[in-house]
């Protein structure tokens, strides 16, 4: 009987293996390998298919902030000849650091040329923090935007003498509502202090609190139509950072060298007639000339 039943099972299984076809080749074939059509949306409109890698009508991805574009070989060999050049040059006088710094300008807008000064300060004291401000003979080659907290007796003058924005009240609840930051130097009279105190959140990260030791509180026997000149012409403002470093622009790159050395010469001055009087040494450690797109050039005064 059990000799019955195998036969009748291996009788049976050719004809199951017939019904149930050909194993499929687990292989994908190229057919398979193509990206399906996505479904149509539910109120029957047909899904749009993804853009094809090399369509030029695919909208480009955008960069990503802070990260430059990447730099070409002939662009590299220029970097690295002018700051060879900057190195080789070693520490030298202003007048031949000016010339060579224009010698090395490559972009094709008008750059700004900074100086930046090392001094001998202990930044963690409080006492030997270095600000100020000083007109340069020459300007700093931009139009700068001054607004004037001043009361009404005085806000005509200041309009005279060329500021861009006089106001009093009212405009401290601009600033501080609307956040109103189109000026890039604020002045205010000493009356107007205790009410323009109340933007010391909003100014004060920005640079731009007026404070006496900057020159941008004018005392109120004080003209204040000579102060807005002065910053309209192109009056510095300078201070000492964490690192006991002083920054500022002095020109442009357009300017004469010897505007730029006459500049340079002022503000230098400037700084050291400023030294505190707990700093013991030297108080001017370097001095180093630089512009937008150039290297550092190291200056002996």
Same mark, same amino acid.
């Given at each position: 009987? *059990? #000799? ?22 687990? #292989? ?6 193509? %990206?399906?059509? %996505? ?6 409109? /047909?899904?749009?298919?993804? /853009?094809?890698?090399?369509? /030029?009508?695919? +909208? ?9 574009? +990447? ?23 202003? #007048? ?9 300008? $490559? ?5 700004? &040329?900074? @100086? ?23 300007? @700093?080659?931009? *139009? ?6 001043? +009361? *009404? ?40 202090? /205790? ?9 004060? %990260? ?13 005392? *109120?026997?004080?003209? @204040?139509?000579?102060? &807005? ?9 300078? $201070? ?31 700084? $050291? ?10 108080? @001017? ?17």
């Amino acid at each position: 009987m *059990a #000799k019955e039943n195998a036969a009748t099972q291996a009788a049976d299984q050719p004809q199951a293996e017939a019904k149930a076809g050909p194993v499929a080749d687990p #292989k994908p074939t190229d057919a398979a390998a193509k %990206p399906a059509t %996505p479904p149509p949306a539910p109120d029957g409109t /047909p899904a749009a298919s993804a /853009p094809a890698a090399g369509d /030029p009508n695919q +909208p480009k991805k955008k960069k990503a902030a802070g990260v430059c574009p +990447p730099r070409g070989k002939k662009l590299k060999k220029v970097i690295a000849a002018n700051a060879k050049k900057a190195k080789d040059a070693g520490v030298i006088p202003l #007048k031949q650091a000016v010339a060579l710094l224009k010698s090395l300008k $490559r972009s094709k807008f008008d750059e700004t &040329v900074e @100086i930046h000064i090392n001094t001998g300060i202990d930044p963690t004291q409080g006492d030997q923090m270095v600000r100020g401000a000083v007109p340069l003979p020459h300007g @700093i080659g931009k *139009a700068v935007r001054v607004a004037v907290f001043a +009361p *009404a007796d005085k806000q005509a003058a200041a309009k005279a003498a060329g500021a861009d924005v006089v106001g009093a009240a009212d405009l401290v609840e601009k600033v501080q509502k609307e956040n109103f930051m189109d000026f890039d130097v604020a002045i205010t009279t000493q009356d107007m202090m /205790p009410q323009v105190a109340r933007l010391g959140k909003v100014l004060g %990260p920005r640079g731009l609190m007026p404070t006496p030791k900057a020159g941008t509180v004018i005392p *109120a026997n004080a003209d @204040i139509a000579a102060a &807005v000149k002065e910053f309209k012409a192109g009056k510095v403002e300078y $201070r000492s950072d964490k690192t006991a470093q002083i920054h500022a622009g002095v020109g442009k790159m357009s300017f004469d060298e010897t505007k730029l050395v006459e500049n340079i010469n002022v503000f230098v001055e400037a700084v $050291r007639a400023a030294k505190p009087n707990g700093v013991k040494g030297n108080f @001017i450690q370097g001095i180093v000339l630089s512009a937008t797109m150039c290297p550092g050039i190291r200056v002996s005064m």
